[in-house]
T-cell receptor
Framework: SQQGEEDPQALSIQEGENATMNCSYK?????LQWYRQNSGRGLVHLIL?????REKHSGRLRVTLDTSKKSSSLLITASRAADTASYFC??????????????FGEGTQLTVNP | DTEVTQTPKHLVMGMTNKKSLKCEQH?????MYWYKQKAKKPPELMFV???????INESVPSRFSPECPNSSLLNLHLHALQPEDSALYLC???????????FGPGTRLTVL
């Protein structure tokens, strides 16, 4: 079952603008990851943030994590048309064999208009 | 370029057919996954292999039969599928103990 929720479900912006997507989850986590999926293709791992981290950057990506609120956000700065894709957050639980699983959020469809 | 490959890219089969999906990785990872993804939905976990042994089966119907012949290969054998099994089937490998995963491009399956 999916425990994550993402908002918005869909986001449409102009090239050059920033895009922010949010993810909420329900159980304690070891880490949270963000993935991108272009239409009909496989997922691409973007960035991972551990539960003891609050913010992480990678190029134009900025991820924050608030474990007290069980939420994360992904910011894409200076967006490009090539950023058009679905974005999923995924959590890894703290303990047990469930550590083999990723629990995905429902995803945000980002459209960047040229 | 992806280091996880999947064949075929597209597959159309009838409900009485037997077919197989193939996944190959050259990343040296020891955990491999099968996911099913419907349109506009997140991937749903089906099976996990760890060190070539099945470690997780998410109560998948027996018409789906996974196989891991060696550490580089993962197969999904399909038999007597239903139209509702039409979906994108994704293979993935696990990179580290943090469980970041590397996905193949998927096989688009259509069951008639």
């Amino acid at each position: 079952s999916q425990q994550g929720e993402e908002d918005p479900q869909a986001l449409s912006i102009q090239e050059g603008e920033n895009a922010t997507m949010n993810c909420s989850y329900k159980t304690s986590i070891n880490n949270l990851q963000w993935y991108r999926q272009n239409s009909g293709r496989g997922l691409v791992h973007l960035i991972l943030i551990r539960s003891n981290e609050r913010e992480k950057h990678s190029g134009r990506l900025r991820v924050t994590l608030d474990t007290s609120k069980k939420s994360s956000s992904l910011l894409i700065t200076a967006s490009r048309a090539a950023d058009t894709a679905s974005y999923f957050c995924a959590t890894v639980p703290v303990i047990g064999t469930s550590g083999s699983r990723l629990t995905f959020g429902e995803g945000t469809q980002l459209t960047v208009n040229p | 370029d992806t280091e996880v490959t999947q064949t075929p890219k597209h597959l159309v089969m009838g409900m009485t057919n037997k077919k197989s999906l193939k996944c190959e990785q050259h990343m040296g990872h020891r955990a491999m996954y099968w996911y099913k993804q419907k349109a506009k939905k997140p991937p749903e976990l089906m099976f996990v292999y760890s060190y070539e042994k099945l470690s997780i089966n998410e109560s998948v119907p027996s018409r789906f039969s996974p196989e891991c012949p060696n550490s580089s290969l993962l197969n999904l054998h399909l038999h007597a599928l239903q139209p509702e099994d039409s979906a994108l089937y994704l293979c993935a490998t696990r990179g580290s103990s943090y469980n970041e995963q590397f996905f193949g491009p998927g096989t688009r399956l259509t069951v008639l």
